[in-house]
């Protein structure tokens, strides 16, 4: 079955355009995350949507960072004047609400480059 | 603040022996740990888990090894193999989903 897609793939962008990245997760998937990975760092939690609940956006890094789920299925993440720091490997995940914890099925991510 | 540690970047392994990659935590609230594993330009891929109730869990070649007291978790690969060539990735979390705290990764290479 299909897996967890993103589009696009690779993203340049001028520094002070705004971005918008698309995550389509797994078909009756009800939980959604964002993550981003900069070079030579771990994963880190931007926002997580779960059913009809109010999102979890601890994790987004300033104002100029957003996202929505549209139908409880795909989801974008919107960046705002851009800036160098934002470039990054931006991942996409998805889980069924219900199983076992830690079964987030990540998508193959968006190459941010700002520059 | 990084509450999650994977102090080696990299490590080197001979085919058939055994990896071992570690990772530490400060956050004691974390109940369940994680660790992925991921290739160049794929995502990363769940591996195995642990519940902080229990202090070992193995599936096939893959052992996971919990310290609460020390904070600390390991991964065990037995035996080795070139495939398993990739970052692994230890993340922790405090609740039945929700966001998952990933350490910084740690690039496994294992040479025939």
């Known amino acids: 079955g299909a897996g967890v897609s993103q589009s696009p793939s690779n993203k340049v962008t001028e520094k002070g355009k705004d971005v918008e990245l698309r995550c389509d997760p797994i078909?009756?998937?009800?939980?959604l995350y964002w993550y981003r990975q900069s070079l030579g760092q771990g994963l880190e939690f931007l926002i997580y949507f779960q059913g009809n609940s109010a999102p979890d956006k601890s994790g987004l890094p300033s104002d100029r960072f957003s996202a929505e789920r549209t139908g409880g299925s795909v989801s974008t993440l919107t960046i705002q004047r851009t800036q160098q720091e934002d470039s990054a490997v931006y991942l996409c995940?998805?889980?069924?609400?219900?199983?076992?914890?830690?079964?987030?099925?990540f998508g193959p991510g968006t190459r941010l480059t700002v520059t | 603040d990084q509450q999650v540690k994977q102090n080696s970047p990299s490590l080197s392994v001979q085919e058939g022996r055994i990896s071992i990659l570690n990772c530490d935590y400060t956050n004691s609230m974390f109940d369940y740990f994680l660790w992925y594993k991921k290739y160049p330009a794929e995502g990363p891929t769940f591996l195995i888990s642990?519940?902080?109730?229990?202090d070992k869990n193995e599936d096939g070649r893959f052992t996971v090894f919990l310290n609460k007291s020390a904070k600390h978790l390991s991964l065990h690969i037995v035996p080795s193999q070139p495939g398993d060539s990739a970052v692994y990735f230890c993340a922790a979390a405090y609740n039945q989903g929700g966001k998952l705290i990933f350490g910084q990764g740690t690039e496994l290479s294992v040479k025939p």
């Open positions: 995940a998805s889980s069924l609400e219900g199983t076992r914890l830690g079964e987030q099925y």
């Open positions: 642990i519940s902080s109730i229990k």
């Open positions: 078909s009756g998937h009800t939980a």
